[in-house]
């Protein structure tokens, strides 16, 4: 549909998904955007590239950020009144990226694990070790009802030397959630040739930008104006499940 107020620059192929379901845009409660002008300014390039919804995920994490719903709702209220007040014209949501731990157990047995719509919850490895119960905590959280996306499986190394692990975890119904900027190639090339592995193995059910601050979107735009956006864009597009399982 044509766009008035759309400044997407001119040759820029629209975005084949228009649901960011990972991104740090909530002001002060991770390593994401610091405050929430900043937040916003994401906001709106991501609206350019014709994002038209945002779940906002930031870090639930032992020690680090150890977020819960009285931590993020504030924040998340900061930066839904800055984007309302810039006019920009987005569905903002919010959830969370829970790294499998001892943190992320408690909280799930206090009941503040806020998951996405229709019960998908965005999980993580730490990016030293797989999670040492990590078979029987996606168990656990299918058997209650959730439905566990693990973030970037491209980015934890350690399943470099085992591929067939990543086979065996989709196959047991875990979703896979591929970054962009691993696309782009910001984490190095072995990344990138992992995500791209995971394309041609049909096990990327969901793409998100990931994107924490302005570096990465600089990042994200150079990519979306790259042949390999266009390459990986031919292979994903239709085959995601950013906009319809929501
Ligand atoms: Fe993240």
Redesign the pocket.
Known sequence: MFNFFRKKPAGRPELFFHTDI?C?LIPGIDDGQRDADGGADLVAHEKEWGIERIIA?P?VTQDTFENTPSSIQPAFDKLQDTVRQRGINIELLHSA?YRLDAFFAAQLEKGLVNPMPNNYLLVENSFIQEAWNLDKMLFDLKMRGYKPIL?HPERYVYYFPKKERYRQLHDAGTLFQVNMLSLAGNYGKEVKQMAEHLIDSDMVDFVGT?MHNHKHCAILEQYLDSKDYRRHAAKLSGRVFNDSAF
């Open positions: 990972h740090h995920t870090h990226e973030a990931d």
